[in-house]
């Protein structure tokens, strides 16, 4: 299995996703790393023929345009995805700027035949332990009742096939659970869903209820998806500052000591660095896209998701599924 990962065009040093390539490597011997960016600093960075180097010497800005990245096809993010495009690699991981990345892989990388639009979907944690799979969250600023329903078949295939949930719960996220509630595109939606006896629709979901478990794939549109996301992140950011700022003062102390083994675990539990990725659902190869902030426990996880996804050959069954709808 060969993988590309795009090394430049995010927040933080080059060192990091090459740190997480060379813990991945230890223990997964069956995996060749493309890494493509400036050759000088990879090499002076690795050992001799520890990985493969794809040069590359231009990089995708953060406030690129995607059409400004179309044009820079000397780009590591470019090179990357290309490397895909050739077969060269079975899959590729960037931390660049999503809005670049979605729109380049979708044009590169095409879509499966039968689906309408891309979708980007992460893994969000909840407090009992089992996550749930949030589609869209960033792709599609607007979506059709249909394109909510492809998205549930696709996640679908995902949580069965990577997370071994052998009927997961779907769920529309909607301001309330009555039928009535949402927009047009919900209540296509929930038609669609309703129909489908292959896939175990609950209804309409509210984004108060996500994070304690409410469902195993939370499906919306990108523009709902993204706001839902932020303001998850954000609540549990708030949160955990919050209780930082109580233990410092000096009458929580004796609390803070004998509830420190709770709060680490949940500080785990809620940690995203564990589960960085995102993949970009609905293409002919795959494609993972992780924080823009990443370090080497981000994109390791990262590469987790990658590896996952290309060895259960996740985008064969889409198309097989698509093939037969």
Known sequence: MKLAID???FENDIIEPIKACRKFKRQHQDVEFILVGNKDKIQSLIKPNEFIIH?????????DNPMIAM????????????????NQADGVLSAGSSSCYVPMSYLMLKLIDGINKPAFM??????????????DCGANKECSGEDLYQFAIMANIYCQTIRH???????????????????SHHHTANELLKKDQSLNYIGFVE?????????DIAVCDGYTGNITLKALEGGLSALKDSLKK???????????????FAIKALSKTFDY?????????????????????????QFYSSIEMLYDVVKNKVVEQIKESFNKH
């Open 55 to 63: 040069p590359a010497n231009d990089v995708i800005k953060m406030d």
């Open 207 to 215: 984004p108060r209820y996500l994070l304690n478990g409410s469902v």
């Open 122 to 135: 992460p893994y969000v944690p909840t407090n009992n332990g089992k996550g749930f799979m949030l589609i």
């Open 165 to 183: 949930i052998n009927k997961p719960t779907i769920g529309v996220i909607n301001i309330g659970t009555e039928a009535e509630k949402g927009l």
């Open 246 to 260: 109580e233990y410092k003062k000096p009458w929580n102390w004796l609390g803070a000591i004998s509830s420190l």
């Open 71 to 86: 044009r820079k096809t000397d780009s590591s993010m470019y090179q990357a995805i290309q490397l895909v495009q050739n």
């Open 273 to 297: 660095r564990n589960n960085a990725g995102a993949i970009v659902l609905g293409l002919q190869k795959v494609a993972i896209k992780t924080h823009g902030n990443a370090d080497a426990q």
């Open 7 to 9: 090394v430049m065009g």
